[in-house]
């Protein structure tokens, strides 16, 4: 086990919640004191709601939340700065002949590319966010990972997605976890800072809970699905099971708390089914870009395909829409 | 919920019901005019008419029952069991190729959501068929002899709920077995039956193996009373349930009973809450709470009872009431206004006897009979809302402290058709399932129906058992 988490949390937490952080055992008794998710119920849960029929003015409204919603991502060895500054393009005007098109909430890159993405998007409000802690995996140490954060804010991301070690997380250890979240919280300063859980390899929902309420208590502003590295990525029983925590959360506390889902959402009948999730699960107040995201990136372009057939009454294909 | 996404609405089109002005019974083969008064069908949502029914007199009765006599001696009862197979596959896949068709017309005349009689409705009774049809040519294995045979004519009378489900729940094992049916579906849901007679002449069935007679409780009464008849299979009321049974008696006809229930949903407290809340809330809310074992009554450990029923109010104030056709309803209309007034009445005895009434603030249409989810808290063993079957969305809320408490309330009950079981340990649900008195138990879930499972009552929900190798029972001479 890890150290008992060393300083106090950075928002006071109410009693309840205090005691729960207390040390390494107060931390694993309150977790595993969560109730139980079942997973037969959950997924039947998510797969009803799912057949939820949004049309018309519903439908717009929908893809133009979702659109804004959107984290436009790249995460390839490949990236360069052309493909980043093109992103970054794309994110300022998605759809070129129609200024009228929301921005997307923001670009998504390694740490390397954050100066390149800052350029590309000054003054135009859409945020940059870097992941950082030695993504994908996490498999570093903390002087690595706490470095690669700093630079990533230094070098102006407003947004920072960590991973979380999983390795000590599956082996119990989750004060190291914790410690972990919360010393990268404080070099973050002012970005914000998503807490990627890699639930594809946490494998049950019991666990996505713990880990979602692990990462609020350590001071996440949001939880985040997955790398888009893992197979599965986001689905939408664990999205449930996520904004059930950040439901929890605001109930316990009076705090707001951010969900993204992220990897294999690629359609706009999949994001409009997230979106009844969210609606539905955590409440109406979370339909915000502040809230909800979106990590994709081919996404988009469905939406804008699909945004052009609503208001054009035909579809146009993809040679319409720019493909970065 | 709040203004900020309104779902807009996204009715299924009525057309797909292929609604016609006025439908016939069905005997022998034919649709024919019955010389009973006609009835009118309304759509429980708006309270318009939505067609003319011919119903039957008692001496229909006698046609359709001397029918269903000739077919069994001269083909059906005969028939060897692989070919009575390849007629019921052919309802099954007839059922689902018309399955949007059925699903509209369910809705419009039942007031269900269109989502249910879509997804479960129709489906499951296609499921019925298709499993039924695979016991035709294997009964010598299904535990009743080397070679049971059939009863003969079974008399079959079921209710408004389910009315293409409880058809599909009477006619699959009558037919696989090996007997001929005379079917009198509800007065106030008669138009699926009907679309299911016209699937059975479009499968080709011998003229007489099925016969639906549309009427009101006279008919079902002169089909009881019919001296010809072998069996009879009643789903309804308890009331109407002991009548047939008084009127049976001595008459060596085979009588099944699927009756009333007030099932009782315990969660313990460590059950996986949130699931634990859907469930509740399918359990009670799930067909307007018409059904036979709708998880009526709520137990709640008492020591998560209030941060549990928070949970549940809010989502139950998500529910969406309304056009039972709009795809996004998720509560549809009340059956009748006769059901709607006792739903009424029931609730206000809950009120005067002290109970806490909480009810949905949603909207709900102008017209139709529509009643808001509400939910009792603060409910004892003695009021009326927490012993009599409701039949409408309306859950009345009780606590418990002790495993032993919980199972003494959830059995102190003259029904006995369902109960449910809420907890992660396994230990427990097996030990609770022991204990209960009620022929289903379900655990973490509930309302789950198939066709391989047998459901039934224990005292006043009534005897035998439909689906599963133990439904073959009910017609087969053992």
Not at chain 1, 195 to 224: C, H, M, P, Q
Not at chain 2, 143 to 172: E, T
Not at chain 2, 451 to 476: C, I, K, M, W
Request: charged residues 25%; aromatic residues 8%; proline residues 6%.
């Amino acid at each position: 086990m890890a150290a008992a988490p060393s300083t106090s949390p950075l928002a006071p937490l109410p009693p309840a919640l205090a005691d729960a952080v207390r040390d390494d055992a107060s931390l694993r008794r309150f977790l595993h004191g969560l109730p139980g998710v079942d997973q037969v119920g959950v997924e039947q849960r998510a797969a009803g709601l799912a057949t939820r029929s949004i049309k018309k003015a519903a439908k717009m409204w929908a893809i133009d939340t979702a659109i804004s919603m959107v984290d436009l991502t790249t995460l390839e060895g490949a990236d360069t700065a052309g493909k980043v500054r093109s992103l970054a393009a794309k994110a300022r005007r998605p759809d070129p002949d129609r200024p009228d098109v929301p921005r997307v909430a923001a670009v998504c890159v390694y740490p390397d590319m954050v100066a390149t993405a800052k350029a590309g998007l000054e003054g135009t409000g859409v945020h940059v966010a870097s992941v950082a802690t030695a993504f994908p995996s996490g498999r570093s140490i903390m002087p690595v990972k706490l470095a690669d954060t700093r630079h990533a804010v230094e070098q102006g991301a407003d947004e920072i997605d960590m991973v979380i070690d999983r390795g000590a997380f599956l082996s119990g250890d989750y004060g190291a976890v914790f410690d972990e979240i919360k010393q990268v919280k404080e070099a973050c300063g002012d970005a914000h800072l998503k807490v990627i859980l890699e639930t594809g390899e946490l494998a049950t929902y019991d666990n996505v809970r713990r880990a979602s309420w692990l990462a609020l208590l350590a001071g996440g502003d949001f939880i985040k699905t997955s790398t888009g590295k893992v197979s599965p990525a986001a689905t939408l029983p664990v999205t449930h099971v996520m904004l059930q925590a950040v439901r929890d959360w605001r109930d316990l506390t009076g705090e707001l708390r951010g969900v993204k889902p992220a990897g294999g959402i690629r359609s706009t009948k999949d994001a409009i089914k997230y979106l009844v999730a969210v609606h539905e699960v955590a409440g109406p107040e979370w339909l915000t870009a502040d809230l909800f995201r979106f990590g994709a990136s081919t996404l988009l372009n469905d939406l804008l395909m699909q945004r052009r057939t609503q208001l054009d009454g035909h579809y146009s294909g993809p040679d319409y829409v720019t493909v970065d | 919920m709040s203004q900020l996404w309104e779902y807009a609405p996204a009715p299924e089109s009525r057309d797909i019901a292929n609604l016609k002005p006025s439908y016939k019974m069905f005997v022998d083969g034919k649709f024919v005019e019955g010389s009973g008064e006609p009835l009118k069908t309304i759509n429980p949502g708006t309270e318009e008419v939505l067609a003319e029914v011919s119903t039957a007199s008692p001496s229909d009765v006698d046609t359709a029952v001397k029918a269903a006599r000739r077919a069994y001696d001269r083909v059906w009862g005969r028939m060897a069991g692989t070919e009575r197979a390849k007629y019921i596959y052919r309802i099954a896949r007839l059922i689902q190729e018309r399955s949007r068709e059925l699903a509209v017309l369910e809705s419009l005349d039942n007031g269900k959501p269109i989502k249910e009689s879509r997804d479960v409705d129709v489906p499951t009774a296609a499921a019925h068929f298709f499993y039924h049809a695979g016991w035709a040519d294997k009964l010598p294995y299904a535990g009743y002899g080397p070679d049971p045979r059939p009863l003969g004519v079974a008399g079959q009378v079921i209710p408004w709920n389910f009315p293409l489900l409880m058809a599909a729940w009477k006619i699959a094992p009558a037919l696989a077995t090996g007997n001929t049916v005379v079917l009198k579906p509800a007065e106030t849901t008669p138009l699926t039956a009907l679309v299911l007679a016209e699937i059975i002449q479009q499968a080709d069935l011998p003229p007489g193996v099925v016969n639906i007679l549309p009427g009101a409780g006279d008919i079902g009464a002169a089909l009881v009373e019919h001296a010809d008849v072998d069996k009879i299979a009643f789903t309804g009321s308890t009331e109407v349930g002991k009548l047939i049974q008084r009127q049976l008696a001595g008459t060596g006809k085979k009588l099944t009973l699927e009756l009333g229930g007030k099932a009782a949903n315990i969660v313990f407290d460590d059950a996986p809450i949130d699931q634990a809340v859907e469930g509740i809330v399918n359990g009670i809310f799930f067909n307007q709470g018409h059904v036979c074992c709708a998880g009526s009554r709520l137990l709640l450990q008492e020591s998560i009872a209030e941060e549990f029923l928070e949970k549940l109010r809010v989502r139950v104030s998500t529910l969406r009431v309304g056009d039972p056709l709009d795809k996004n309803t998720d509560v549809g209309a009340i059956n009748s206004r006769e059901q709607l007034t006792r739903i009424q009445e029931l609730t206000a005895a809950g009120e005067a006897e002290g109970a806490e009434r909480w009810t949905s603030s949603c909207p709900l249409p102008d017209k139709g009979f529509y009643f808001a989810p509400t939910v009792f808290s603060g409910v004892s063993q003695a009021m009326r809302i927490a012993r009599e079957e409701i039949f409408g969305p309306v859950l009345s809320v009780l606590t418990f402290r002790t495993p032993d408490e919980a199972v003494a309330k959830a059995n102190n009950t003259p029904y006995g058709l369902s109960a449910g079981i809420w907890t992660d340990k396994g230990s427990r649900i097996l030990w609770a399932a022991q204990k209960m008195r009620a022929g289903v138990v379900w655990a973490n879930t509930f309302n789950r129906f198939d066709p391989t499972a047998p459901f039934g009552g224990y005292q006043e929900s009534g005897f035998g058992r439909e689906g599963g190798r133990a439904g073959l029972e009910a017609y087969l001479d053992v």
